[in-house]
């Protein structure tokens, strides 16, 4: 790979700022300095630093957010100028291709996932995969146990097929959790209206393998490690594992 591409890449600057850097002599290449923005690189094994300090290639990136309540979950909000999941990256964190992976109203708050790997983003959220997701969740109205047996069945909520089944733990009254493997527009929201009850807050404490963990409080953002990367692939891989398997027997 070129050094100016990698440069660009891993360090977020533009192509022309990038070349810049390089022949002012402020990057090295495994110690030397590098003058040549077309000299080339191994991602893998050269180390190359800017300013003196090693600047890292990631193909992807992948960030955790805990979105609060009145931020959308969109890339950009030109039209209503509100803010988004990506406004709370800070100052200097690369931005550019990055998207949240799957949505949350904008009164829910809990875990979103940001990655620049559209084909890992995709595969979490295919329906094919059904890749859980966990919430707890507040209503209005007392939830009865009838109602609590008829959200676990799957209730209609105007689609042409009733909601998955689905597992919901009551921790209260009005509050508990429910483990969701689909993901339909508005869907928990719509689930309680179908047994007449109404949402009053909603936060994703699970997407897959990650939970939300304490002192991870709302607004706050980190990258996810490496390991946490490694076990959404595995995630992803163990579902297609599973659909594999129901496809040559389908009677299982
Ligand atoms: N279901 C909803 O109704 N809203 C969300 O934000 C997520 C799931």
Do not use: W
Request: contains cysteine.
């Amino acid at each position: 790979m070129r050094l100016d591409k990698y440069l660009a890449h891993a360090a977020n600057l533009s192509r022309k700022d990038a070349a810049g850097a390089i022949r002012s002599g402020q990057v090295q290449v495994n110690g030397r300095p590098e003058r040549t923005p077309d000299a080339q690189v191994d991602p893998d094994s050269d180390r190359v630093f800017l300013h003196g300090l090693p600047v890292l290639y990631k193909a992807f990136h992948y960030y955790l957010v805990h979105k609060p309540r009145g931020v959308v979950s969109v890339t950009e909000d030109r039209l209503h100028g509100e803010k988004t999941v990506l406004d709370l990256l800070p100052d200097g964190v690369p931005r550019r291709n990055l998207f949240p992976c799957g949505r949350l109203d904008k009164n829910t708050t809990g875990l979103l996932l940001l990655t620049d790997d559209g084909r890992t983003g995709h595969a979490l959220l295919s329906p094919a995969r059904h890749v859980e997701k966990e919430y707890a969740f507040e209503v209005k109205f007392p939830l009865s146990e009838e109602d609590r047996a008829a959200l676990c069945a799957g209730v209609d909520i105007g689609e042409e097929k009733p909601t998955r089944p689905c597992t919901v733990t009551l921790n209260g009254e009005r509050s508990g959790t429910i483990v969701l493997n689909e993901g339909k527009y508005h869907q928990i929201k719509r689930m309680m209206e179908a047994v007449h009850n109404q949402i009053v807050s909603l936060c994703r404490i699970r997407f897959g393998p990650l939970c939300l963990e304490p002192g991870f409080e709302p607004g706050m953002i980190r990258p996810l490690s490496d390991f946490e990367v490694e076990m959404l692939q595995n995630c992803i891989r163990s579902k297609e594992e599973k659909n594999d398997e129901s496809q040559n027997h389908p009677g299982k």
